[in-house]
C-alpha cells in the first residue's frame, strides 16, 4: 500500500462519511425528539436521487403520486382529528397544508419534466417532492402512537420503511439509475486527482452542518426542538406543541435524506432500495458517537466512512461485516453503561 | 377395517379427480421485490407462448414469489397441491429456483429451472436448466482472453452468490486456457463508491479485468476504472448485457465486453447461425407486443422451457394421462432424451448425465459500440 493509496482512500472514506456524518446527525436528531428510530431515512435518499436522474431523463418521477397520496391520508388524519375536537376553523390550514402544497408540487414536476429545466431548478422541484414527505410521514404513522414505547415506535419504522420501499419499487422499478454530475471538474492535488464532486459533498455536509448548529443555538423553532428532546413533559408545560416538534424533526430528516440523495445520485448508481443501507450506515455512525452526541455522531460517521474505504481495499468481501461488526463494541458498553430501569421509566410519563 | 374401506375408496377418487385432460404448468416468478427488473421479462413471455404442448392443451398458473426464496417454496407446493401441476417452471432468481427444484423432487415431477442454478443427486434427477451455465458463458470470454494474449486476469465481483458463481467458473476456466486470476475483489449492488476495490485491481497491474456483477450494477467498477484511467479491456458476464448498463454507465462503458445468447442480436447473427431464426422470430414477437427496445435474455429462457416441454410432451403422453405420476415419469424422462432441439438461446441435446444440454452454440460475445450492444467481429460462427 503506497502513499497515494493511502490518500486516495481517505478523500473516498471522507466523501462517503459526510454523507454518513449528515444521515447520522437526521436520525439523532429525530431520535431526541420523538423517540423514533427512523428507519425510513434511506428511503428518502433513494426516491431523491432517482426523482433527479428521472427529472433529468424529462420524466415525471412516480413519487409524486406518493407525495399526492400521502398527503390526503395526512388530511384525512387531521380532518378526522378537527371534527372530534370540533375545530373546525383548522380545516383550511390542514387543507392548504397537505393538499395544496403536495399537489402544486406535483403539478409544478409535471411543467418542469418535459421541459428540462437547468440543474439548480431540478434540485428545488426534487427538494420540494421529498421533503414534505417527511411531516406527512410523521402525521400518518408517528403521531397517532407519538406516546408509545421505543420498541412500539421502532416496529412503526419498520413498516413505514417497507411500505416506502414497496412504494419505490413500484414506481421507480428494479433497475439502478445515475444522474449527470453537477460538473465534470476535477483538480489536482498533489498525487490526487479530486473530483469537484466529491469536494461538494463534503462542502455541502459542512454547510448544513453549520446551519444545524445555527438553527439550534439561535432559531426559536430550534430552540423548542432542543426543549423537547431534553424533556417532552416539561417542553409540554411551558407550551411548546410537541407533535408540531415532531412534524419539524422529520421535516429535517426528510430534507438532510434528500440532499444527501441528491448528492451522491452522481457519484454511484442509486436503486430503489440503495438508501436503506446508506442510512442503516448513517444509523451505526450515530450509534458509535453513543447515540446521544451531536459532535460524536460526526466523528463516528467519518470514522465509518474511513473504516469502509480501507475495508474495501484490504479485504472487499468482508467490507460489510467489518463495517457492521463495529457497532457492537458500543452497543455493549451502552448497554452495560444504561439503567435497567429506563424502559418503565418512558412508559410511565 | 371400516376405516380402510373409507381410505381406499378416498384414494381411488382423489386420483380420478387428479387425472385431468389438460396439462398444468405451475410457474412461480419474482414479478415484484428486488429481482423484478428480470421477473417481468420472465412472465411476458408466457404471453407469447401457444395454447397447447404436444398438441394438449396446457394451462400456466403464474405465482408471484416477490423474489423470495422462502415465497418461492411455498408457491411450489400450492402449485404441486392445489393446482395439481404436472411440471414446475421457475424462479429468477437463484435461491428461488432451487426451493422449488427441492419440492419439485419431493412431488416427483419434473422441474424446468430457469436460472443458472448449481444442482445434483435427486434434486437434479427431476430438474433442468435452461439457461447457459455459467462456465459455458464464461468460456467465451476465456476463449476471447486467450486469443489476444492475456495471461493475469483481475476480478471484480457481486459479494454474493452470483459473485462467487461468476468467480468459480472463472478459476475453473483459469488452468485451460492458461490465464491467471491477480485479484478477487467484491463489492455490493447498494455500495456507493468501489474505489478502495479499484485502486487494489489497478495496483496488481492485470492484463484485463473480469466483471462479476449485473445489469446497471455491474456500471459501478467499470466506471470507477475509467475514472482512474485503466485503459485495458474490461469483460463482463451474461448478466450484465441489458440496455440499463448502458445507459447508466453512459461513455465509460463504451468498448465493454460480455457473453450472452444469440437471443439479444439475432439480426447480426450470419445466416447459418443454427438457432438465428428462432431467435430473430421470438426477438420480433416480443418487440412487437412489448415495445421496441425491449429484447432481452431472460424472456428467451422462459419460452425455451415452453419449447423444451413442447417437444417433450407427445412421448410422455403415451405413456399415461397429464395429472398422473406414470406421466410425470414419462415427462421426465423424454425431457432427459430431448435432442436437438432449437431454441432462442441455443441448441438443447440432454442426457441423463447433462441436464442442460447446451453447447457453445447457445453463447456469442457481444460489445458496447455507439450506446447499443453489438456482436463481437467474427463471432457467432
Known amino acids: ?349 | 377395517m371400516k376405516f380402510r374401506i373409507i381410505a381406499a375408496a378416498l384414494a381411488a377418487g382423489l386420483a380420478a379427480a387428479t387425472a385431468h385432460a389438460e396439462i398444468v404448468v405451475g410457474v412461480s416468478l419474482g414479478i415484484t421485490g428486488p429481482g423484478a427488473s428480470l421477473g417481468v421479462h420472465y412472465r411476458n413471455a408466457f404471453q407469447l407462448m401457444g395454447k397447447t404442448l404436444g398438441g394438449e392443451p396446457v394451462r400456466f398458473v403464474i405465482l408471484d414469489d416477490a423474489s423470495d426464496p422462502t415465497n418461492a417454496a411455498k408457491n411450489a407446493r400450492k402449485l404441486v397441491s392445489e393446482e395439481k401441476a404436472d411440471v414446475l417452471m421457475g424462479s429468477n432468481g437463484v435461491p428461488s429456483a432451487v426451493q422449488m427444484a427441492q419440492a419439485a423432487a419431493e412431488a416427483k415431477i419434473p422441474m424446468l429451472v430457469m436460472t443458472p442454478a448449481v444442482l445434483s443427486g435427486n434434486v437434479l434427477h427431476w430438474s433442468f436448466v435452461v439457461p447457459q451455465p455459467t462456465e459455458l458463458m464464461m468460456s467465451a470470454v476465456a476463449e476471447q482472453l486467450k486469443a489476444h494474449g492475456v495471461k493475469r486476469v483481475g476480478y471484480i465481483g457481486y459479494s454474493d452468490t452470483w459473485g462467487d458463481l461468476v468467480y468459480k467458473a472463472m478459476q475453473s476456466l483459469a488452468k485451460p486456457y492458461g490465464l491467471e486470476l491477480v485479484t478477487d475483489e467484491r463489492y455490493a449492488r447498494s455500495d456507493t463508491s468501489v474505489t478502495g476495490q479499484v485502486l487494489r485491481l489497478m495496483s496488481t497491474n492485470p492484463d484485463a479485468i473480469v466483471v462479476g456483477g449485473s445489469g446497471t450494477g455491474a456500471a459501478l467498477p467499470q466506471v470507477a476504472l475509467v475514472e482512474r484511467g485503466y485503459k485495458k479491456a474490461i469483460y463482463h458476464n451474461h448478466g450484465t448485457v441489458n440496455a440499463e448498463f448502458i445507459k447508466v454507465g453512459g461513455k465509460a462503458v463504451e468498448g465493454a465486453i460480455a457473453p450472452t445468447g444469440p437471443l439479444v442480436v439475432p439480426e447480426e447473427l450470419p445466416d447459418s447461425f443454427p438457432t438465428k431464426k428462432v431467435s430473430l422470430d421470438f426477438t420480433k414477437r416480443y418487440e412487437a407486443t412489448f415495445g421496441a427496445g425491449t429484447r432481452n435474455a431472460f424472456a428467451g429462457y422462459a419460452y425455451d422451457g415452453y419449447l423444451l416441454l413442447d417437444a417433450a410432451v407427445p412421448a410422455a403422453l403415451k405413456k399415461g394421462k397429464p395429472g398422473t405420476p406414470q406421466f410425470h415419469e414419462a415427462l421426465r424422462t423424454a425431457l432427459e432424451n430431448v435432442k436437438n432441439v432449437v431454441g432462442t438461446h441455443g441448441v438443447y441435446n440432454m442426457d441423463p448425465k447433462n441436464h442442460n444440454g447446451l453447447d457453445e452454440r447457445a453463447r456469442v460475445l457481444v460489445q458496447v459500440r455507439n450506446g447499443a450492444w453489438h456482436l463481437v467481429k467474427g463471432n457467432g460462427q
Request: proline share 4%; hydrophobic share 60%; glycine share 10%.
Open chain 1, 1 to 349: 500500500m503506497t502513499a497515494d493509496i493511502v490518500l486516495w482512500l481517505a478523500q473516498d472514506g471522507v466523501t462517503n462519511g459526510a454523507i454518513y456524518a449528515l444521515l447520522a446527525l437526521a436520525l439523532l436528531l429525530v431520535f431526541s425528539v420523538t423517540r423514533v428510530i427512523f428507519v425510513p431515512q434511506g428511503e428518502f435518499i433513494s426516491y431523491a436521487a432517482l426523482s433527479l436522474s428521472l427529472l433529468q431523463a424529462g420524466q415525471v418521477p412516480g413519487v409524486v403520486y406518493v407525495l399526492i397520496g400521502g398527503g390526503f391520508l395526512a388530511a384525512l388524519f387531521e380532518a378526522g382529528v378537527a371534527l372530534r375536537d370540533k375545530a373546525l376553523g383548522r380545516l383550511p390550514l390542514v387543507f392548504l397544508g397537505y393538499i395544496v402544497v403536495p399537489c402544486a408540487m406535483a403539478a409544478l414536476a409535471w411543467w418542469a419534466a418535459p421541459r428540462k429545466l437547468d440543474l439548480g431548478w431540478q434540485v428545488l422541484i426534487v427538494l420540494g417532492l421529498i421533503v414534505p414527505l417527511g411531516p406527512i410521514v410523521y402525521r400518518v404513522a408517528y403521531q397517532p402512537l407519538a406516546k408509545a414505547s421505543i420498541l412500539v415506535l421502532f416496529i412503526a419504522s419498520m413498516a413505514v420503511h417497507y411500505v416506502l420501499q414497496g412504494l419505490g419499487l413500484v414506481f421507480f422499478g428494479g433497475e439502478g439509475l445515475r444522474s449527470t454530475a453537477f460538473s465534470d471538474a476535477s483538480f489536482r492535488l498533489g498525487v490526487l486527482q479530486m473530483s469537484a464532486q466529491s469536494l461538494l459533498v463534503v462542502l455541502a455536509s459542512v454547510v448544513v452542518m453549520a446551519a444545524l448548529w445555527l438553527f439550534f443555538g439561535r432559531s426559536i423553532y430550534g430552540k423548542a426542538l432542543r426543549a423537547t428532546a431534553i424533556n417532552r413533559v416539561g417542553a409540554r408545560l411551558v407550551g411548546i406543541r410537541t407533535g408540531l416538534a415532531g412534524g419539524l424533526s422529520l421535516l429535517l430528516a426528510a430534507f438532510i435524506g434528500a440532499l444527501s440523495g441528491i448528492l451522491i445520485s452522481p457519484i454511484t448508481t442509486i436503486y430503489y432500495d440503495t438508501g436503506f443501507l446508506i442510512g442503516l450506515k448513517g444509523f451505526v455512525g450515530a450509534i458509535l458517537g453513543g447515540m446521544a452526541s451531536y459532535p460524536l455522531a460526526v466523528v463516528g460517521a467519518l470514522v465509518l466512512g474511513l473504516l469502509e474505504a480501507y475495508a474495501s481495499f484490504w479485504s472487499s468481501a468482508f467490507k460489510e461485516t467489518i463495517v457492521f461488526a463495529i457497532i457492537i463494541p458500543p452497543l455493549v458498553w451502552l448497554s452495560l453503561r444504561s439503567r435497567p430501569l429506563e424502559e418503565d421509566e418512558e412508559e410511565a410519563e
